[in-house]
């Protein structure tokens, strides 16, 4: 499954008059493959670009997890900009 990943600043997101036709959009969604094949013990190692805003989701429709681990590199300094992360979430089950 892959960990999909969307541009969303808030000049980007601006540009459009129906958030709607960017949300939809498949083709402006980066797709990070999961490293299970690889490692057993993996998971998704992905970079991002401080400063920014991203929408992020699993697989085409979502993924129904309980939890969700996200790590900072060693070399995350404290004056490094924020990222920040916009997530579908839902409390039904």
Avoid at 5 to 25: C, G, H, K, M, P
Avoid at 61 to 89: C, F, M, P, Q
């Amino acid at each position: 499954m892959g960990f999909k990943v969307l541009r969303y600043d808030d000049d980007i997101v601006a540009e459009y008059s129906n958030i709607t036709d960017y949300l939809d959009n498949k083709t402006e969604y980066s797709t990070i493959i999961y490293k299970k094949k690889l490692d057993p013990s993996a998971g998704w190692a992905v970079p991002f670009v401080t400063g920014h805003k991203y929408k992020i989701h699993f697989g085409m429709t979502g993924l129904d997890y309980e939890e969700l681990t996200i790590d900072a590199s060693e070399r995350w300094e404290d004056s490094d900009k924020s990222i920040y992360l916009v997530h579908n979430w839902t409390d039904v089950r």
